[in-house]
């Protein structure tokens, strides 16, 4: 059975930082390609960023240059470093796993004024 376990959420400044983590359990990361996802409240689930098979990132416009996703192997967890963060990044965060279509639980991230 396939589990994402996400941590990292949680409550900041504006400005300032968070990492999540997004651990695989039954499968491996690199097999598959990696997104993390956020849905603020009373919006649509939107991608956030992304990682291919062989490493390539994508991110959305309004966290370029802020955001950075990256993973590692050895531990089976993807993570999304946010750095500046705005109030309009306060969301829900969610992992998903391209191959399968999993999705963690979700980590709530609260950034204030």
């Known amino acids: 059975q396939v589990q994402l376990v996400e941590s990292g959420g949680g409550l900041v400044q504006a400005g300032g930082s968070l990492r999540l983590s997004c651990t695989a359990i039954?499968?491996?990361?690199?097999?598959?390609?990696t997104g993390w996802y956020r849905q603020a409240s009373g919006k649509q689930r939107e991608l956030v960023a992304s990682?291919?098979?062989?490493?390539?990132?994508n991110y959305a416009e309004p966290v370029k240059g802020r955001f950075t996703i990256s993973r590692d192997i050895a531990k089976n967890t993807v993570y999304l470093q946010m750095n500046s963060l705005k109030p309009e990044d306060t969301a829900v965060y969610y992992c998903?796993?391209?191959?399968?279509?999993?999705w963690g639980k979700g980590t709530l991230v609260t950034v204030s004024s």
């Open positions: 990682i291919s098979i062989n490493g390539v990132t």
């Open positions: 998903n796993l391209r191959r399968g279509d999993y």
């Open positions: 039954g499968t491996t990361v690199s097999f598959t390609a």
